[in-house]
Structures are given as C-alpha cells and as structure tokens.
C-alpha cells in the first residue's frame, strides 16, 4: 500500500500565486519529511525538510507546514514564479543516515507567466 | 564536483533482452541507492547499498534484477530479462554515511522502454 500520499496530481497557478502542495502519511515511525524538486529531465533534487519537532519552516519563498496529529505536512510556495515550474515529491523516512525515502506520487506544477 | 552520473540516459530494448545500467555515485558517498519511478507514479525504493554490501534490498521486484556495487565505486543495475512492467525511469542516489537523514543526491536517471 502507498505510505505517502500525494495531492494534487497537477497544479497550474499564475505568476504570483501561492500554490500548495498536500501529503499525508500513515507510518508513525517517519521523523524526517523532505521535499524534492525536480525539473524535466533532471533528477529529484531536496528543496526543502522538516522534523516533526516543529510545526513550520521557511526556507526563501518554500514553506512547509506539519501537523503531526493528522499526519499531513504540506508545501506552500510563496510569490511563485514561471521558473519554479516542475514536479514536487514529498517524501517521508525514519531520519536516521542511511534510511530508505518513501515517496509520494508527485505533483507537476507550472506556473503561467 | 562531479555528481550522481546515470549512463545511459535512455534504453530501447525488447522483452526478453538484457539491460545493465550503471551509477557513478559522488566521490566519497558510501550510501548508494537505486530507486524507479513508473510513469506517473511515486518514486519507489529498490535498494541501498553501504559501501559494496547490500544494507536493503527489499524494494527489488524480484529476480530478474541484480546489483552489484563492486569495491563500493560505481553500481551497476541488472535486468535479465526484461518485462514491459520494466519500463520506467531508474534513479540512483547517493550520501554520505554521517550526512542529513534524507540528503540524497540524485542522478539524472535511466529511462528504460521494454517493447
């Protein structure tokens, strides 16, 4: 069964907008929740993460939410630009070195000029 | 630095052929992953190697795939023989043994099209 799970699919958002990104997950043993950002033919490269010890973090225009109840953490991207146009995975691990990612299905974002 | 270095980038084969694919982690990284991404969905681990010896290998489908990462260098990515349920891009990742939890670096990835 999918242990991560992603939405939306895809997004399309204009210049500006602040499009946001869900994940749930169901394994209480994940600590460690990235976020990777992937461009057409590139690989997933980590944008952002978070720990479930706070409830926020900002890194530029990315933002990540966690609500560790409801086992959700979701991204926000503030002021998008055309260039932040790719696919986002969010992602999940038990956090130690070395420990597997569980993915999530990804979301294809484009962000209209 | 070099990064994570996938080759090919793209392979046409037919089912029943055989397919090796090869990863050139960063120098220095211990921790090396395979992983695939059917098309349009989640990226999937396949399995992690320490150095040459095999940590994980619970996410390879089954028996038609082997890897190898002989004297803990490059890896390579066996599938013999191929099945159209093959297809799909293989990534590869590495990081350090004491980096961040979750750092990987990833390679541009092999798509691979079983017809």
């Known amino acids: 069964q999918q242990q991560v799970k992603q939405s939306p699919q895809s997004l399309i958002v204009q210049k500006g907008g602040i499009p946001i990104i869900n994940c749930a997950y169901e394994n209480t043993a994940f600590d460690y929740f990235p976020w990777y950002q992937q461009f057409p033919g590139k690989g997933p490269a980590l944008l952002i993460a978070?720990?479930?010890?706070?409830s926020e973090k900002k890194e530029g225009r990315f933002t990540i939410s966690f609500n560790k109840s409801a086992k959700q953490f979701s991204l926000h991207i503030m002021d998008s630009q055309p260039g932040d146009s790719a696919t986002y995975f969010c992602a999940a691990s038990r956090g130690s070195s070395g420990s597997r990612l569980t993915f999530g299905e990804g979301t294809q974002l484009t962000v209209n000029p | 630095e070099a990064g994570v270095t996938q080759f090919p980038s793209h392979s046409v084969i037919e089912k029943g052929q055989t397919v090796t694919l090869r990863c050139d982690p960063i120098s220095g990284h211990d921790n090396l992953y395979w992983y695939r991404r059917v098309m349009g969905k989640e990226i999937k681990f396949l399995l992690h190697f320490v150095k040459e010896s095999k940590q994980d290998e619970s996410g390879m489908p089954n028996n038609r795939f082997l890897a190898e990462r002989t004297g803990g260098t490059y890896s390579t990515l066996k599938v013999q023989p191929a099945e159209l349920e093959d297809s799909g891009v293989y990534f590869c990742?590495?990081?350090?043994?004491?980096?961040?939890?979750?750092?990987?670096?990833f390679g541009e990835g092999s798509r691979l099209t079983v017809l």
């Open positions: 978070i720990r479930p010890d706070v």
């Open positions: 990742a590495s990081s350090q043994i004491r980096g961040p939890a979750g750092e990987l670096f």
